[in-house]
C-alpha cells in the first residue's frame, strides 16, 4: 500500500521559513519524481516544485529563489524548504509521487499539510 505523510506544515510569519516534509512508503522512491503542490481556497491546485528521479529540480516563477526541494532517497523523504514565505504562500501543500513506467503513469498524493503565512 502507497502512502505519502506529509508534515512540518503550520503558521509561519512572513519573511520567516518553514520546511515541510513528505514521508514515502509502498514505492521505489529512487524512481519517482517527487513534487510539491498547493491549493488555496477557491483556487486550482498548482505545482510549487518537483525534482526528479535524477535530482533535477523545476519551480513556479512565484516560489524560485525563496523555496527549495531536496531529496533523501535512504530515508524515502522529499522536503519543501520555504524560506521568505508571503501570505499568498497560503495554501494546503500536497505532496505528489510520479513515474511513467511502460507507458503507464503512476500517480500518488498525500493527504496533505495546511500552510499559513501570517503575522
Known amino acids: 500500500q502507497v502512502q505519502l505523510v506529509e508534515s512540518g506544515g503550520g503558521l509561519v510569519q512572513p519573511g520567516g521559513s518553514l520546511r515541510l516534509s513528505c514521508a514515502a512508503s509502498g514505492i521505489s522512491f529512487s524512481a519517482y519524481a517527487m513534487g510539491w503542490y498547493r491549493q488555496a481556497p477557491g483556487k486550482q491546485r498548482e505545482l510549487v516544485a518537483v525534482?526528479?528521479?535524477?535530482?533535477?529540480?523545476n519551480y513556479a516563477s512565484s516560489v524560485k529563489d525563496r523555496f527549495t526541494i531536496s531529496r533523501d532517497n535512504g530515508k524515502n523523504t522529499v522536503y519543501l524548504q520555504m524560506n521568505r514565505p508571503k501570505p499568498e504562500d497560503t495554501a494546503v501543500y500536497y505532496c505528489n509521487a510520479h513515474r511513467l513506467r511502460f507507458g503507464v503513469n503512476y500517480d500518488y498524493w498525500g493527504q496533505g499539510t495546511q500552510v499559513t503565512v501570517s503575522s
Open positions: 525534482i526528479t528521479s535524477g535530482s533535477d529540480t
